[in-house]
């Protein structure tokens, strides 16, 4: 829900109001009673937080999001990369029967 700051038309009293953006506006200050206007700014910027926003969610195969930042060399990911297969311990081979 954003937070709207609002501004009295007679005092000049600043305040921010959380609401949902289906809300209707405020209407009185809540120090004189008298109308109030909804201020309009820019805003704050929207930050992404954790991992994912960029190539690592979207580039685990081999499609044109796997391409790196210069467009032309696929991505470091060891996503893509098959698990090596190791041969097997000595203990897991059979014993060799002598006769």
């Given amino acids: 829900m954003p937070t709207y700051e609002y501004k009295c038309k007679v005092c000049g009293h600043r305040f921010e109001e959380f609401q949902k953006m289906s809300d209707e506006p405020l209407r009185e200050c809540p120090k004189c009673s008298c109308e109030v206007e909804r201020l309009i700014?820019?805003?704050s910027g929207v930050i992404f937080k954790g991992g994912g926003w960029y190539v690592t969610e979207y580039g685990k195969g081999k499609s044109s999001a796997s391409v790196g930042a210069k467009g032309s060399e696929p991505s470091d990911s060891k996503a893509d990369e098959k698990p090596e297969e190791k041969p097997p311990k000595e203990k897991d081979k059979p014993a060799v029967?002598?006769?």
């Fill in 41 to 43: 700014h820019g805003g």
């Fill in 97 to 99: 029967k002598e006769d």
